[in-house]
């Protein structure tokens, strides 16, 4: 089996503000899942430093190792998921809060 290495990913990002959940409730799910992934993701490579090691050879790959692996990988798919749709729940309170500030307006 051929390796990728894990790449090293940002930590999770700060937990929503009163105010985001207020708008967007969902937030608070999406921030547990997101530090989960970083907590499992930093125990797999404590426990396999070799998911590391650009130059681990393939033989020494146990099934346990293989699985560590594909669960990194497949965190970070997951972490960039989760963050581009933290990014829209933003641009679209961004958008109301303009369209707001425009209807009060007196003209």
Same mark, same amino acid.
């Given at each position: ?6 790449? $090293?990913?940002? +930590?999770? %990002?700060? %937990? ?8 967007? %409730? ?13 907590? @499992?993701?930093?125990?797999?490579l404590a426990e ?7 130059? @681990? ?17 497949? $965190? ?16 679209? #309170? +961004?958008?109301? #809060? ?10």
């Open positions: 089996m051929t390796r990728r290495r894990v790449a $090293a990913r940002p +930590s999770a %990002p700060p %937990p929503p503000t009163v105010t985001d959940l207020v708008l967007a %409730p969902e937030l608070a799910a999406v921030t547990l899942l997101e530090h989960a992934l970083d907590v @499992a993701t930093h125990a797999l396999h430093p070799t998911l590391i090691d650009d130059f @681990a050879r393939a033989r020494d790959d146990a099934p346990i190792l293989a699985l560590a692996h594909r669960i990194c990988l497949r $965190a970070g798919a997951l972490e960039d998921m989760l963050r581009r749709y933290r990014r829209a729940v933003a641009d679209l #309170a +961004s958008l109301h #809060a303009i369209d707001a500030r425009q209807e009060e307006l007196p003209f």
